[in-house]
């Protein structure tokens, strides 16, 4: 399957699959420090084997942890700027720009697909660190569409899930979707001085860690959508629900049969966790 190397072929690409025979995988990312973006770790080298691992997709649809906005909203511009939205950090990682082209007709087509609310097109945001740092690994000559779905802060887990279900369509044309956040993720706990110690987690963080992907493997999505009552390891892995909700599009996006597998099963700086998914 080749690329799309043309703002324009998207329609033309989709038109001429097998949707009965295809199907894209979906991906749920632990996207972490943004210095990923740029290092060459253990997590930054899985994401490009992962890349060779699927097919090589129409367009990539991104649904990160840092485009929570009020409303749901999809990038619509032909070429999204790489946004830097950190802190603090080396001036090499705020050098690196992904010129990966957007896909404007991709867009009005993802925003016709969900009726429970009205899309807007954005022309404004771009590709912020949770898809650049990851994608610039996967796909690193840029020439692949990258489009961000926001998330909508004002409505609730279940929304989102539900949300999810009504693109799964762009599955069938060649879509990668990857929804990028952390399963547990509570920076006002890390551990900064064991940040280079090898899979170190606190107990709860890897007990949350193990309790995920059980829920995740036996198809638990209720309790999943439903964290808050999974115990006090869920409120001290999701004491904000914005890197996890990522998880939840990808909840809902994924088929009753297909095959779950976990990549990058590791703890970091003892509150986080890198541990991915791939659905199908």
Not at 118 to 145: C, E, F, K
Not at 192 to 210: C, F, I, R, S, T
């Amino acid at each position: 399957m080749s690329n799309i190397n043309t703002l324009g072929s998207f329609k033309n690409f989709t038109d001429n699959l097998d949707h009965q025979d295809f199907l894209m995988p979906v991906l749920f990312i632990g996207h972490g420090s943004p210095m990923n973006g740029i290092e060459d770790t253990e997590f930054s080298r899985r994401w490009a084997s992962m890349a060779k691992e699927i097919p090589v997709p129409a367009a990539v649809l991104v649904v990160s942890a840092h485009w929570f906005t009020k409303g749901t909203h999809i990038t619509a511009m032909d070429f999204p700027k790489t946004i830097h939205d950190f802190g603090g950090f080396p001036k090499e990682l705020f050098e690196v720009q992904y010129p990966a082209p957007g896909n404007t007709a991709l867009a009005k087509e993802t925003a016709s697909m969900i009726h429970s609310t009205n899309v807007g097109l954005s022309h404004d945001w771009g590709l912020d660190h949770g898809t650049w740092t990851v994608v610039r690994h996967m796909y690193p000559q840029a020439n692949i569409p990258v489009l961000q779905l926001s998330i909508d802060y004002t409505k609730d887990t279940k929304y989102h899930y539900d949300l999810a279900k009504e693109i799964y369509g762009l599955r069938k044309k060649g879509v990668l979707i990857i929804g990028s956040g952390n399963m547990v993720h509570n920076l006002r706990m890390v551990a900064w001085d064991k940040l280079n110690e090898p899979e170190y987690g606190y107990d709860w963080a890897k007990q949350m860690n193990q309790t995920f992907k059980e829920l995740i493997t036996n198809g638990s999505d209720d309790k999943l959508i439903q964290y808050q009552n999974l115990g006090k390891e869920a409120l001290l892995s999701i004491p904000t629900p914005e890197h996890y909700l990522p998880l939840i599009y990808t909840l809902g996006l994924k088929g009753k049969t297909e095959t779950v597998s976990f990549f990058n099963d590791k703890a970091v700086g003892g509150s986080l966790t890198m541990t991915s998914v791939k659905f199908g």
